[in-house]
């Protein structure tokens, strides 16, 4: 017997990856899922992430689906905006304070707390290395995010990632400065703007 043909067509339009709780939405059980990872019709990603064997596996998508007040930000922004090269060994993310995620997830990540009414500034869909769409911060919004944490960061880290966005040719400077004076850093943005030019 295979897999139930419902599960799997659900599984395929979401990129190949199934949550135990999107499973449950659809009336799925948790010890289904875990029957067929025995069976091998289903590898068990991160917790609670389910994937079709053979299939890629997309850590950033896989991260995303288990919240929908995910975003990604700072150091795995940079990389998805481009303004960086390194690909984060442990991706950022940001949500509301107001929000609480896993002890699961908290531990898989660094995150980053922000006022809710500031949670979707900056907010676009972007697509991971391995073609799947994510939620991320634009770059302006990066940048203001980095120079805010810059203390729980690496100085080098702040420092390219404004050489690389006052380099951008896609750079955005009135929509960065609209963002400093929301977050606060237009000093600090100003100084180093002016080590680097």
């Known amino acids: 017997m295979g897999m139930n043909p419902k599960l799997l067509e659900l599984i395929k339009s979401s990129n190949n990856m199934i949550t135990s709780s999107q499973a449950e939405e659809n009336g799925f059980s948790r010890a289904l899922l875990s029957w067929y990872v025995k069976k091998g019709f289903l590898e068990r990603g991160q917790r609670g992430v389910y994937v079709l064997p053979d299939s890629i596996y997309d850590d950033m998508y896989a991260m995303m689906l288990r919240s929908d007040s995910i975003i990604f930000s700072h150091e795995t922004a940079l990389f998805l905006n ?82 690389n966005y006052a380099s951008s040719k896609d750079k955005d400077l009135h929509r960065l400065d609209v963002y400093a004076s929301k977050f606060g850093v237009k000093t600090v943005l100003k100084y180093y703007m002016e080590v680097l030019l």
Do not use: M, W
């Open 82 to 163: 481009g303004l960086s090269d390194r690909t984060p060994f442990i991706h950022s993310l940001t949500i509301p304070s107001t929000t609480k995620i896993s002890n699961t997830l908290k531990d898989e990540c660094t995150l980053y707390y922000i006022k809710p009414e500031l949670h979707q500034i900056g907010l676009i869909t972007i697509e991971t290395t391995l073609g799947n769409t994510v939620r991320c911060y634009n770059a302006e919004r990066t940048i203001c995010d980095l120079l805010r944490s810059r203390s729980r960061l690496d100085e080098e880290t702040v420092l390219n990632a404004v050489k």
